[in-house]
């Protein structure tokens, strides 16, 4: 059993020692669609189409009301709701797979689940039992399997939502609240072949600083900022930033923090360095979740602990920063720059457009294309996936952290 797998038994067990209102999978309750939705032929674009249900769960009077999975219908919310002008939401994203086998699997949920109560508490949104939504979410998985894609590269795409909605323009904390979770069948992120992309730097926005929300799933995290240059920095502005990023031929943003200008995330992604040190080493750099600065990625947990298996190069959790990238892209020391999360898994780098001096045309950062076989982004990709799919073994006595990356199967209802 995984270390977060004990944690959530022990969060369910301090739920239901206290008199704090919690849901339960033995109440939920199950309403079919009177008119299930033609199930799509080829895979919709990412988050454009639902299964027919989802799962909700109101909070009110001071407790959780019965869960219930229903069919997908538009949601009615009072005009003063909390979450149209305060942003207390928070979110989560994992997948179910159709494995080689048929057999349904889920990958690291409890990950998930755990970040989703710790940024719960950080939103002052209501507590709930983590293992317990899991249940559910299982059983949605269950009801709408017929959903899930089976080609290469394809899954059920998983959303929890959370958001605090009271009718109050109150600035306090939710006393009501709406859980959702809502599914999606996506295709491959690389459709038609991996296409490195580039990445876009300016020291002038930044994604998070410590002591705010940067290292939880938090809707205001991924929202515009409308007063882009009100002061030195611009706090969280990544829709309004990536699309400025566009003008330079850039698909994402390289975020930088401070006056070395670490390199803290890239996108909505973690952030890997594969290169050579200045001892001549070969290392993997990934910055440290103890800042508060990134999102404890699972797809990044996940690397981390293969990485380490391996035993084949340095693995380092620090800060890289901008000097150092440039310098080492200048030298040839750079192997290989990517992104990791669950949309794509990895998501390889090949230019990065930094704009070192706001009064100069960019620097262009060019990540050449390894000639030596096998890139390392394609062999944790080809990993993590079999592992989702069970085309790649994972035995329980395999490294000391084996147990935490593997994908389960969702035992079928009798």
């Excluded at 910055?287 to 340095?314: H, M, Y």
């Amino acid at each position: 059993m995984s270390g977060c797998r004990r944690l959530l038994q022990l969060q369910q067990k301090r739920h239901a020692s206290s008199d704090y209102g919690q849901f339960h999978v033995k109440n939920l309750k199950f309403v079919r669609t009177p008119a299930p939705k033609p199930i799509p032929t080829e895979t919709p674009a990412f988050g454009t189409v639902s299964t027919d249900h989802m799962l909700e769960i109101d909070y009110k009077n001071g407790a959780w009301q019965t869960p219930v999975i229903r069919p997908v219908e538009d949601l009615r919310l009072h005009p003063l709701s909390k979450v149209l002008h305060y942003c207390p939401t928070i979110f989560e994203g994992l997948k179910a797979f159709r494995g080689v086998d048929n057999e349904i699997r889920m990958f690291r949920t409890e990950r998930n689940m755990a970040r989703m109560v710790t940024s719960a508490k950080r939103a002052a949104l209501p507590d709930f039992c983590p293992l317990q939504l899991e249940h559910m979410i299982e059983d949605l998985v269950r009801k709408d399997q017929e959903w899930i894609p089976s080609g290469e590269g394809t899954s059920l795409y998983i959303r929890p939502l959370l958001m605090g909605v009271d009718p109050s323009l109150g600035v306090t904390r939710s006393t009501e609240a709406k859980l959702l979770v809502i599914c999606c069948p996506v295709g491959p992120y690389y459709a038609s072949g991996w296409k490195p992309i580039k990445l876009y730097a300016n020291p002038a926005h930044i994604r998070a600083a410590p002591g705010g929300v940067g290292a939880f799933k938090m809707g205001c995290n991924y929202a515009p900022k409308t007063q882009r240059y009100a002061s030195s920095y611009n706090y969280a502005p990544t829709i309004d930033v990536t699309d400025g990023a566009a003008q330079y031929g850039a698909q994402q943003c390289l975020w930088l923090w401070g006056d070395k200008q670490r390199i803290t995330e890239t996108g909505t992604s973690n952030l890997f360095l594969f290169w050579k040190n200045s001892n001549d080493d070969v290392e993997l750099i990934t910055p440290p979740t103890s800042g508060g600065l990134i999102l404890p990625g699972v797809t990044r947990e996940s690397i981390l602990t293969l990485a380490k298996e391996w035993g084949e190069f340095l693995v380092t959790e620090r800060y890289p920063t901008m000097k150092e990238v440039k310098e080492a892209a200048a030298e040839g020391r750079i192997l290989e720059f990517f992104g990791a999360g669950t949309a794509a898994v990895v998501a390889p780098c090949e230019q990065i457009v930094y704009v070192e001096n706001p009064n100069e045309p960019p620097v262009l950062i060019d990540i050449p294309e390894r000639k030596d076989g096998k890139p390392l982004y394609r062999r944790l990709y080809e990993t993590i996936t079999g592992i989702q799919v069970e085309r790649q073994d994972r035995p329980s006595g395999v490294g000391a952290n084996c147990e935490l990356i593997v994908g389960y199967r969702i035992r079928q209802q009798q």
